[in-house]
């Protein structure tokens, strides 16, 4: 098991941008995949990012062509880049960690979009 701890949330306008960090505790690079999902009041969790280890992604068709999911295996950091940011966006972001089918998460960051 891995802990993870996000950060980076926050308010931000329309259109603007925020950059989410989740560190691990420990080495990701055998982590078989690392990503974002999201959850808005009385709405199930839905997946927002994925990145493996080969570098493969995986975007919700919402966030296609707005958001990037990187990651830094000597920093042991994965990180979403939101940009053109909506008010839909607004959410609890939890980073998500897979190694040999066991899931972990981190404890979620608030984003809110809103003028």
């Known amino acids: 098991q891995v802990q993870l701890v996000e950060s980076g949330g926050g308010l931000v306008q329309p259109g603007g941008s925020l950059r989410l960090s989740c560190a691990a505790s420990r080495s990701i690079f055998s982590l078989n995949a690392m990503g974002w999902y999201r959850q808005s009041p009385g709405k199930e969790r839905e997946l927002v990012a994925t990145l493996t280890s080969g570098g493969r992604t995986n975007y919700a068709d919402s966030v296609k062509g707005r958001f990037t999911v990187s990651r830094s295996n000597a920093r042991n950091t994965v990180y979403l880049q939101m940009n053109s940011l909506k008010p839909e966006d607004t959410a609890v972001y939890y980073c998500?960690?897979?190694?040999?089918?066991?899931?972990?998460w981190g404890q979620g960051t608030q984003v809110t979009v809103s003028s």
């Open positions: 998500n960690a897979v190694e040999y089918g066991y899931d972990s």
